[in-house]
């Protein structure tokens, strides 16, 4: 603060000192010149006046001086000479003068260069405060957001990082950069990754946009996402510039989410499974009873006075039958309530369908429900988990029949499946029903989790549904039939297609 205060007041007291020093030299000239008979050009020595006071950087006090030295020298020159002017007097006037008007003009042009460097020096100096101030602010941001850049000259493969992709790396901040250090800090199993980022960089991709894991020295392991682009339009390789981000956190995050979501979508298939008891039921002691009905028939040809071999032999195969048949149905069961990580696989949609409708058969004509099932031939087939398309068609069947029977009208479960007109190459899936119907209010929230209008309800089947379809690249919605009740419809990727791409 004192600094600043003290400055000027320095310099207003040099100049002051200055133009009394100049003041001082113009009086001594001005009296020498009109009072000696000195016959040299004293009134030359005014040039010092003018410099003097050029010198304190004042255009305008300048400007004044040499006009006033000019005047004094005038004055001095009549004062000094009467009438009979010579010659030689005169050219030394002329001299002075010419002296004077000649360093007024250098020194007015040294002013205005001298405050034009001044100015641009400022400007040049508020430019690298600002660089500064966006350089700590840049340096901020990195650090809170945990991402760094990287440049990257090609094809020499010169480096450029900041001081977060060093922490990124963890790196000391004096090792060189380069695409060897990414590579020994990459995870084995992901350097393929990276060779092949660098790869593309050098066939002059435009974008670079790769995620990948680190495999730091003390064990850790980050997750990290880099994009790039090529900042130059030079042929050979130009330059890159990238952000790399630490998105350790949000991958953790994401993979604890999809955790708990498979977990959720485990619990709710067992709680559904325990829905379904009856129908499972059903399921499995029909083909038992039917076993029993064989057995005895088989015992009965084989027991006879003349046994039936041919008869026995057709009741055991059909007992072989129907066991097959109940522990297909276990299977089917044991596979909904195991725990275990989605295995996609090519499935006919119309063969999943028709097997579902099964499964849930029993609990439908315990609601009375009448099912009208307009199955595709030939199926559409689609890249997808059985047993969790499987629970979307349950939930979306379970719903219905739910929606249904708080209504006293027919009670029809319509289930679809086709190649969606909207969404080419996607197979369509449509469970349409004559209930309740979904009013505007709950359409927009229908998917959300925990939303539920049933007193016993946990709002987690449909959301369990949009995640699972998603994950297999397909989208689920709702609709409003003019007929009233309601439309789920869902697409899934057709796998057919899918092939083609590739
Ligand atoms: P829950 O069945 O536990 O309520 P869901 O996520 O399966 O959870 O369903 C959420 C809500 O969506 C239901 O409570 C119901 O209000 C509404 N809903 C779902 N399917 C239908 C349908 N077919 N008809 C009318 N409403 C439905």
């Known amino acids: 603060m004192e600094t600043f205060q003290s400055a000027p007041r320095a310099v207003r007291h040099d100049t002051r000192i200055v133009s009394m020093l100049a003041a001082a030299i113009a009086l001594a ?47 001095g020159f009549i004062l000094s000479h009467d009438e009979n002017v010579s010659g030689g007097a005169l050219a030394r006037c002329a001299v002075s003068l010419l002296a004077i008007g000649t360093t007024a003009v250098l020194s007015l042009r040294i002013q205005a260069t001298t405050m034009q460097r001044k100015r ?30 990287i440049a990257t000259r090609l094809p020499a493969g010169t480096m450029w990082w900041s001081d977060e992709a060093y922490r ?74 990238g952000a790399l981000m630490d998105v350790t956190e949000t991958k953790l995050a994401q993979e604890a989410l999809a955790r708990s979501t498979a977990e959720l979508a485990h619990v709710t298939r067992v709680t559904m499974l325990g829905e379904l008891a009856a129908s499972i039921a059903h399921e499995v002691t029909q083909p038992m009873a039917a076993i029993v009905t064989s057995g005895g028939a ?30 297909e149905v276990i299977a089917r069961i044991r596979a909904m309530a195991r725990k275990r990580d989605s295995q996609p696989a090519t499935l006919e949609v119309t063969e999943i369908v028709g097997e579902t409708i099964e499964l849930v058969r029993r609990e439908l004509a315990r609601h009375r429900v009448d099912v009208r099932a307009d199955l595709a031939t030939p199926s559409p087939t689609v890249r997808c988990d ?9 939930n979306l069947m379970m719903n219905a029949a739910q929606a249904m029977s708080a209504v006293n009208g027919p009670r029809v479960l319509r289930v679809a499946t086709r190649e969606s007109d909207s969404d080419p190459g996607y197979a369509q899936i449509v469970v349409q029903d004559s209930g309740t119907g979904i009013s505007d209010e709950n359409a927009r929230r229908l998917f959300d989790a925990f939303f539920t209008t049933k007193a016993e309800g946990m709002g987690m089947g449909l959301s369990i549904c949009r995640s699972i379809i998603e994950a297999h690249g ?10 009233g009740g309601a439309r789920l419809l869902f697409v899934l990727p057709e796998n057919e297609r899918r092939d083609d791409e590739q």
């Not at 790769?210 to 850790?220: A, F, I, N, S, Y």
């Open 298 to 327: 088989a015992l009965r040809w084989l027991n006879r006075a003349q046994p039936d071999i041919a008869e026995a032999q057709q009741s055991i195969a059909q007992m072989v039958r129907d066991a097959k048949r109940a522990s």
């Open 168 to 241: 990124i790396f963890d790196y000391p901040r004096d090792m060189t950069p380069s695409i060897d250090a990414i590579l020994a800090r990459s995870h084995p199993d992901d350097i393929a990754i990276v060779r092949g980022a660098h790869e593309a960089a050098l066939s002059s991709v435009r974008d670079i946009d790769v995620e990948h894991r680190l495999l730091l020295p003390d064990g850790t392991v980050k997750h990290v996402h880099y994009v790039a682009h090529r900042a130059s339009s030079e042929n050979d390789g130009g330059e890159y510039v």
């Open 29 to 75: 000239v001005f009296l020498i010149d009109a009072l000696t008979p000195l016959d040299i050009a004293i009134a030359v020595l005014y040039v010092v006046v003018v410099l003097l006071i050029a010198s304190t950087g004042n255009r305008t006090a300048t400007v004044a001086t040499a006009w006033g030295c000019v005047i004094l020298t005038l004055v």
């Open 474 to 483: 397909g989208r689920i919605w709702a609709e409003s039939p003019d007929e």
């Open 386 to 394: 059985r047993v969790q398309l499987q629970q979307v068609l349950i």
């Open 120 to 149: 641009m020096e400022a400007e040049l100096q508020r430019q690298r405060d600002a660089l500064k101030r966006s350089e700590a602010f840049l340096l901020d941001a990195q650090r809170l957001s945990l991402t760094g850049s």
